[in-house]
Every structure is written in C-alpha cells, then in structure tokens.
C-alpha cells in the first residue's frame, strides 16, 4: 500500500482490519501473500458508479500480475486499465488528446483503424450526471408547482362553498358590528388552522411510514427537519392564498341580503 498522509483511521478498509490502531506496518495477507502496510490513504467517498473508494487495497502492479490477479493470456505485461488523475484546472479535451494518441502507438493502430481500448473522462460524466439532476430537479418542480395549483384551486372553491353555507352567521356578525377586514381575517385564520393541522397530521403519517419502513437515520439527519418545515410552510402559503378571494367575498356581502337567505 503506497505511503500517503491520513487525517483519520476511521474509515474504509483500515477501520474494518484494524479498528482505531495504526495499520503501518501490519501484516495483511490477500490471496495468501502476505503484504506489510506502509500507509493509509485519505478518505475518498463513493466514486461516480457508487464504489466505496476506502474500501480498496493497493498493491505494486508487478506483484498483483505475478502472484495476485495472474497475466493477462499473450501479454505478460499487460493491464487490464488504467486511472489517471489530472492537475486542477487542465485542459481535459487535450489530455485525452494526448493519452488516446500514447495509446494507440503503443497499441500500434494504423491511422485508419478504430481504437481497441476505452478512454472514458470521468469529469465529463460527472458534468452529464449533474446536467441529468438539475433537469430531473426541475421536472419534479414543474410537478409539485401544478400539483400545488391544482391543489389551491381546490381549497378555493371547497371555501366559496363554505362562504355560501355561512351566509347568514356573517350577515349575523356583520349586523352586530363585525367589521368587513375582521370577517375576512376570520377565514383566513380558518385556513391556516386547517393547513397547519392537515400539514401535521401528513408529516406525523409519513414520519410513521419512514420509521415502519426501516428509515430511521433518515429521519433524524438535519436536513430531514429543514424539508419538513419548508413543506409545512409552503402548504400553508398555499393555503392562505387560495384563501384570499373567499375570504374577500365573503368580508363584501350585504348584512340584509345575507340574513335574509333562508
């Protein structure tokens, strides 16, 4: 294992072998080799295709051929693949320039004759796979925003109903010197009660079906309350726009009109 600088032991292969101890100089043995740890690298993370980058073991190449991973048939020199890492801020479209030409004169390709290897830039699958989230990303925001359309529109009518139905306990207040802004207030208030409670009661069901379903570290990551509490806010926005033209209707009916309804 090459010697490299370690902030912590705490990760990756090292922490499985060996615990919190120092792996340099230990003994491992792969395949029955043994082999003496020199170092431990730096905590990686996942690679693009979801490996655990800590959970590898690297050994020199000339011995992985000879003792570990075997020759490769007819070329006893050969690799299966190679990974190379670049400076911050190269130019990547020359460097793969550059190593797609190394490679073909060293796999002596005439000029004419397609590439026998695959050169893959890990960057510009990353700039992909993020193009690909941020398009995905906006596709569910276009859900959710008709969804919360829909949705407004919804508790809107469900409250000129309500308004309809309560014609004469307006009228009532109204006579008794409720004035037109304390009327609108009112279902406005209404509204944003209703939406809190139905907020709570989704959040408390989906807490629910997150810990029956196994997600409990999930639930508890700070970034799980933040959602929460943006989703129970914006429901309740929601809610209280939609609110504003029946609550306006109903703040401008007539006290006569609206007692006089049987």
């Known amino acids: 294992m090459p010697r490299a600088r370690s902030r912590s032991l705490r990760h990756g ?39 655990d980058l800590d959970d590898q073991v690297m050994i020199p190449l000339s011995t992985a051929r000879k003792r570990i991973l075997g020759f490769f048939a007819g070329h006893p020199a050969a690799v299966g693949g190679v990974t190379l890492r670049v400076m911050d801020g190269a130019d990547m479209a020359r460097t793969n320039e550059v190593v797609r030409d190394l490679l073909r004169e060293r796999h002596r390709l005439v000029a004419d004759s397609p590439d026998d290897f695959i050169l893959r830039d890990l960057a510009a699958v990353q700039r992909a796979q993020s193009r690909s989230a941020w398009l995905m990303t906006l596709m569910l925001a276009g859900a959710a925003a008709v969804s919360l359309l829909v949705g407004g529109i919804g508790i809107m009518n469900l409250m000129l109903v309500s308004v309809n139905e309560r014609r004469q306990e307006i009228g009532l207040r109204m006579a008794i010197g409720a004035r037109r802004r304390e009327i609108a207030l009112q279902f ?75």
């Open 13 to 51: 292969i090292a922490k499985v072998l060996f615990g919190e101890e120092d792996p340099s100089g230990r003994t491992i043995r792969i395949d029955r080799v043994p082999f003496t740890v020199l170092g431990v690298l730096e905590e990686k993370g996942h690679s693009l295709g979801g490996d």
């Open 188 to 262: 406005l208030i209404e509204a944003g009660l209703l939406a809190m409670l139905g907020s709570g009661v989704g959040v408390l069901l989906a807490l629910a079906a997150a810990a029956a379903l196994g997600a409990g570290p999930a639930i508890r990551n700070p970034g799980t309350g933040v959602a929460v509490l943006a989703a129970v806010v914006t429901a309740t926005l929601v809610t209280l726009i939609s609110a504003l033209y029946p609550a306006r209707k109903a703040a401008r009916l007539d006290p006569a009109d609206a007692l006089a309804q049987s």
